[in-house]
């Protein structure tokens, strides 16, 4: 008998946010992510959190809109070497 499917909860799950080619223009803003031009930075945040921890976590999004038509939320987190992740659900 198969094993039943399990919900993936943690940093592998469903909201994990997944590695991605961003490149930036000038003051460091995306303008190409994925290949595709970024014609507007719809909107941009800041999420800071576990501030008290041994880990606190910062991370800055921007959602986007790409010369593809595509909306897309992508984001960078120092901890992570900086890197560019995108979010999806």
């Known amino acids: 008998m198969a094993e ?11 909201y994990a946010p997944r590695p991605i080619r961003v490149e930036t223009g000038e003051r460091g803003l995306p303008a190409r992510v994925g290949g595709s031009r970024v014609d507007a930075i719809r909107e ?36 992570r070497g900086g890197r560019w992740f995108e979010q999806r659900a």
Do not use: K
């Open 44 to 79: 941009q945040w800041l999420v800071e959190d576990r501030w008290w921890t041994s880990e606190p976590l910062s991370r800055r999004y921007f959602e986007l809109v790409l010369a593809d038509g595509r909306d897309v939320v992508v984001m960078r987190e120092p901890a």
């Open 4 to 14: 039943p499917r399990r919900r993936a909860h943690g940093p592998h799950g469903v």
